[in-house]
């Protein structure tokens, strides 16, 4: 019989999933075992959002105006990490900064603009990627 998985490498499954008001992603490493669970927190207000993120290691905001700094020369520290992305339309400025301003990196997902529940994937992706929980060597 014919393996489809290689066995030379780790091999993933990537699940996104919603359910009674609350989604999330997780993603298995098949050859280890290793599972790891990311929570997309309900919606919530600006006020509500700059009095939470002081609680995080490390937040991220994904700001479409923001051209230099992208998550590949960010530095990620702690474990607690939260991923911000914006409503349709984006952040205001202003918003940017008082998000800034409590300690947020602000960075950029490149030159496309992502739908926010795109956005928010890919993001949690690419930080999953820079943590090294999805190699493959």
Do not use: H, W
Request: with cysteine; net charge negative.
């Amino acid at each position: 019989t014919s393996n489809s998985l290689d066995e030379t490498v780790n091999n993933y499954l990537m699940s996104v999933a919603s359910f009674q008001g609350k989604s999330g992603i997780s993603v298995c490493d098949v050859t280890t075992g290793d599972f790891y669970l990311t929570e997309v927190s309900e919606m919530i207000s600006f006020e509500n959002l700059t009095d939470k993120i002081r609680d995080f290691d490390t937040v991220l905001l994904a700001y479409e105006n923001e051209t230099n700094n992208s998550l590949k020369n960010t530095k990620i520290e702690g474990k607690n990490i939260a991923v911000i992305v914006g409503p349709e339309g984006g952040f205001k400025v202003e918003e940017m900064r008082k998000i800034q301003s409590c300690g947020a990196k602000i960075i950029t997902l490149g030159k496309r603009i992502l739908r926010a529940e795109t956005a928010s994937i890919v993001l949690s992706t690419l930080v999953l990627d820079k943590l090294g929980e999805l190699d493959y060597e």
